[in-house]
């Protein structure tokens, strides 16, 4: 069956570096996202990618978050410059169709910011 | 067992008895509802989906309920086994390219 995978699945970063999350969508898939979820915390939107560019994004994806699809499979969330708050499962999701259809989402990456 | 009110973070069931969680939604204008369920350290599994047209969807074992009028969901898990032990997630979408997820129930299947 078809997944969406993640990597890595824990990421342990200082405050102020850099990190890049990545995901491999469903490999039919147009659709992609990036959720997060604090721990105990409900899933938070981020960000939705379709044909190459940002479809819409939250509060929470301010400057210091970019994504991009660099190749064919590959999607990835990039934090430029880590804060503690931004501790937490980062989980990607990619669906077939805009958002009327079920989304599937990745194990994710839990993202420790020390 | 049952969560009453619009939600409570927690349910406990005897197994084999039926649950239902229940969820409010925010937006009237949402036309898309999803169930999900998370286990322990993964990520969110569909379960049901319903659209606003409709008031009743059944899959295998769970039942998808919708109220426009009050804006409640529930999900109805008949014969609850030890493997639904979970948290449940209700999900509306809030326009093309987005989920507004709940803030779940975890739900706790007693032998």
């Known amino acids: 069956e078809p997944e969406v995978t993640q990597t890595p699945s824990h990421q342990v970063t200082q405050m102020g570096q850099e990190v890049i999350l990545r995901c491999v969508p469903i490999s039919n898939h147009l659709y992609f996202y990036w959720y997060r979820q604090i721990l105990g915390q409900k899933v938070e939107f981020l960000v939705s990618?379709?044909?190459?560019?940002?479809?819409?994004k939250s509060e929470i994806f301010d400057d210091q978050f970019s994504v991009e699809r660099p190749d064919g499979s590959n999607f990835t969330l990039k934090i430029r410059s880590t804060k503690l708050e931004d501790s937490a499962m980062y989980f990607c999701?990619?669906?077939?169709?805009?958002?009327?259809?079920?989304?599937?989402f990745g194990q994710g990456t839990r993202l420790t910011v020390v | 067992g049952e969560s009453v009110g619009l939600h409570l973070p927690t349910l406990s069931v005897q197994e084999g008895d039926n649950s239902i969680i229940n969820c409010a939604y925010s937006n009237s204008a949402s036309d898309y509802f999803i169930w999900y369920k998370q286990e322990s350290g993964k990520g969110p599994q569909f379960i049901i989906d319903i659209r606003s047209n409709m008031d009743k969807r059944q899959g295998q074992r769970v039942t998808v309920l919708l109220n426009k009028t009050v804006k409640h969901l529930s999900l109805q898990i008949a014969a609850t086994q030890p493997g639904d032990s979970a948290v449940y997630f209700c999900a509306e979408n809030m326009g093309d390219y987005k989920l507004s997820f709940g803030a779940g129930t975890t739900v706790t299947v007693r032998a």
């Open positions: 999701a990619s669906g077939s169709q805009a958002m009327n259809t079920e989304a599937f």
């Open positions: 990618f379709y044909n190459n560019e940002i479809s819409e």
